[in-house]
């Protein structure tokens, strides 16, 4: 997994990129956690999804929002660090311009930034995301949600809580043109420490189904 240094809208960002062998693969980028609270590229979930895309082809990319680790900046409360995110999409996509598809994947507060990432690029053919925080941040933007996925909640999150998380599930099942998937992981806290096996069957699975029906 090379190490990559890319521009983004503060300065340099800090990345780890895998490459697909196929010129059409394609693309995964994976958003980690909250900054401010620890939240880096190498956070065991963040790793787990990046290692999940990396064994099915896709040219995949995890990488620091501004201020963390080895990229530039300072923590921009989600607005600098969604243009991060495009910036990051935009340069994984000119690394495969003839792509076979672009996903999105985030946890917890890169949940968050991932789905308003599917607001700017109606490219994105689906997204996995991991415990939203719904009960603390706007979920409104989306209106309507783009693109098909799969919200995963532990039901003993501390810190995300699980009606709200349920609220906007919901709302997005009412849209139509995509299906949202919802599953609930039994007595998870927010890093899944006990269930990691659980919740990448779960999203692994999806994935796989997924890419099966090509849709």
Not at 22 to 50: C, D, E, F, S
Not at 144 to 158: F, H, K, L, N, R
Not at 174 to 192: L, M, S, V
Request: charged share 20%.
């Amino acid at each position: 997994m090379p190490e990559v240094i890319f521009p983004g809208p503060e300065g340099r960002l800090h990345g780890r990129f895998q490459p697909s062998p196929r010129p059409r693969a394609p693309v995964a980028i994976i958003l980690h956690p909250h900054p401010q609270g620890g939240g880096t590229m190498n956070n065991a979930i963040t790793l787990a999804l990046y290692n999940m895309f990396v064994k099915r082809g896709f040219a995949t990319l995890r990488f620091n929002f501004r201020g963390v680790g080895r990229s530039e900046g300072v923590f921009d409360n989600g607005i600098g660090e969604l243009s991060d995110a495009a910036s990051a999409l935009d340069w994984l996509q000119a690394q495969y311009p003839e792509s076979g598809g672009t996903w999105v994947a985030g946890f917890s507060f890169g949940a968050w930034i991932g789905m308003q990432l599917l607001m700017r690029r109606p490219e994105v053919r689906g997204f996995i995301s991991i415990a939203p925080p719904a009960n603390m941040y706007d979920f409104g933007f989306l209106a309507p949600c783009p693109s098909s996925g799969i919200i995963v909640q532990g039901t003993a999150d501390e810190v995300v809580t699980e009606p709200a998380v349920v609220k906007l599930v919901e709302k997005l099942k009412t849209q139509r043109h995509i299906t949202i998937d919802y599953e609930r992981i039994e007595g998870a806290n927010h890093f899944f420490e006990n269930e990691m096996d659980e919740l990448m069957t779960t999203v692994e699975r999806y994935l796989d189904r997924r890419l099966l029906s090509g849709k």
